[in-house]
């Protein structure tokens, strides 16, 4: 029997094993959900969450660190309340992904997000119509409308019974003290709250305001679902007046956030938004007033430092400096234009006397005599040819002639020949062998023609 030998062996080191094993499990379950029920819950340090979330077989351990919830945006807690809605027997959702932990070889799953099961139907639709609404463009930056600096008249969306329109009022006085607030008293939780709100829209966007502001305080995520409706995040978008959002904390979002011109964090931040602080704006006013004092004082003084060196200039001093300039500039090009033109009439007078000298007048005079007379002798020459060839086509002409009298049809009628046709076809009979018995006939004679029809041929 044969036994492998250590070396022969891959032998791993307890925390080589464990790595691996953490590393197998990380990437195969990276992004899970897992539903249960909550127990052994511990809030040590009041920091990071331990507890073991189990159904009626099983149990499986869970660590939710503070770095994880307090930047998760599903988050349905704030954190100074996590004891109280944390607790051993809640039915949760957990989401996150599956490890290990070293010290004890144990694996459980590190949250990274937790729902209440009752909130978890909310959630899901939550993220289908955020997604929905995200692919047709609806939150897109390219569609978010300014909001007015200075707004004539500010339109409210809220409730008139509960504690934002009293916070929003207090923070518009304290900013601007001569604001114009419209308010549409809508509810802003329940079922019949999106509908009253588009209403809400419609009369404000038809009355003229110059910006929206849709605001409700904090809750639960349930209790914010109004602001999650579809046709309330439609209206919003097809607003044409600008639109505030400042709906729950600033760890709540909705859809309405998402698809408003601008997300405020809260209400009170909606209202910091709406309009500048006027003591803020006046003293800005104020100091870029004091800037431009400045700015304008040493601009002056630099035009003036500029304007005195321009003065001093000879050309300010004597404007006829320019002018004499000018005229000398002018009289040396006309004196340099003379000089050119009697220079070349020279070098031309020159040519031409050179041309003079190399010219003998009396051999020309001679040269023109001989060619005359040799033109006299030529051109008698060419008359007589021309004489001679005249009289020679001449000639020519009378001999063509005859004959053309001779081939004429009518000479040969006049000598007391005659022209016989076949009546049919106009054939010229030159035989009697070209016409038959019966046939007609015609006969051409000087003064005129005769038919006839062929009774008998004799043939010599």
């Keep these: 029997m044969h036994f492998d030998t250590p070396t022969q062996l891959k032998i791993y080191k307890v925390s080589e094993l464990n790595f691996e094993i953490k590393f197998n499990l990380e990437n195969s379950y990276s992004d899970i959900w897992v539903e249960g029920e909550i127990s052994n819950f511990a809030y040590p340090n009041k920091k990071h969450i331990y507890f073991s979330l189990k159904d009626e077989n099983s149990i499986i351990k869970v660590a939710f660190f503070d770095n994880s919830f307090r930047l998760s945006d599903n988050f349905f807690f704030r954190t100074n309340e996590i004891a109280n809605v944390l607790r051993d027997g809640l039915h949760v959702y957990v989401n996150g992904y599956l490890s290990t932990y070293d010290k004890r070889s144990e694996y459980q799953i590190i949250a990274r997000k937790i729902i209440p099961v009752k909130e978890g139907n909310l959630l899901i639709a939550f993220e289908r119509l955020k997604e929905k609404l995200s692919n047709e463009g609806y939150f897109d930056e390219k569609h978010k409308k300014s909001i007015p600096i200075l707004p004539e008249k500010i339109g409210l969306i809220t409730s008139k019974s509960g504690a934002v ?11 601007f003290k001569n604001f114009h607030l419209i308010l549409k008293n809508t509810p802003v939780q329940g079922n019949d709250a999106p509908l009253e709100i588009i209403k809400a829209l419609d009369d404000l966007e038809e009355f003229g305001v110059d910006v929206i502001i849709i605001a409700r305080g904090g809750g639960s995520f349930e209790d914010l679902a109004a602001f999650n409706d579809e046709e309330l995040a439609k209206r919003i978008f097809k607003c044409k007046i600008p639109v505030i959002s400042g709906v729950g904390h600033q760890t709540d979002f909705t859809i309405c956030d998402f698809v408003a011109d601008v997300r405020a964090a809260t209400p009170t931040h909606a209202a910091e938004l709406v309009i500048l602080d006027k003591e803020e704006f006046l003293l800005e ?55 050119n033109i009697n220079a070349f009439i020279k070098n031309l007078k020159s040519n031409i006397n050179l041309l003079k000298s190399k010219i003998n007048i009396s051999s020309i005079k001679n040269k023109l005599k001989l060619l005359k007379s040799s033109l006299y002798i030529k051109s008698n020459f060419l008359k007589e040819d021309y004489k001679n060839l005249v009289n020679s086509k001449k000639g020519e002409v009378i001999l063509i002639i005859e004959r053309l009298k001779n081939l004429n049809p009518a000479s040969l009628l006049q000598r007391g020949f005659s022209i016989a046709k076949e009546s049919k076809t106009g054939k010229i009979l030159k035989s009697i062998n070209d016409i038959e018995v019966n046939s007609e006939m015609e006969t051409t004679f000087i003064d005129g023609l005769i038919y006839s029809k062929v009774i008998k041929k004799f043939i010599k």
């Excluded at 329109?165 to 900013?175: E, F």
């Excluded at 004082?297 to 304007?307: A, G, P, T, Y």
């Design 165 to 175: 329109i009293k916070d929003i009022i207090k923070i518009l006085n304290k900013r």
């Design 285 to 339: 006013i104020a100091k870029n007033a004091s800037k431009l004092k400045v700015l304008i004082k040493r601009k002056i003084n630099s035009l003036k430092k500029e304007l005195h060196f321009i003065l001093q200039r000879k050309v300010i001093l004597n404007p006829k400096t320019i002018l004499n300039k000018k005229w000398q500039i002018h009289d040396d090009l006309l004196m340099k234009l003379y000089s």
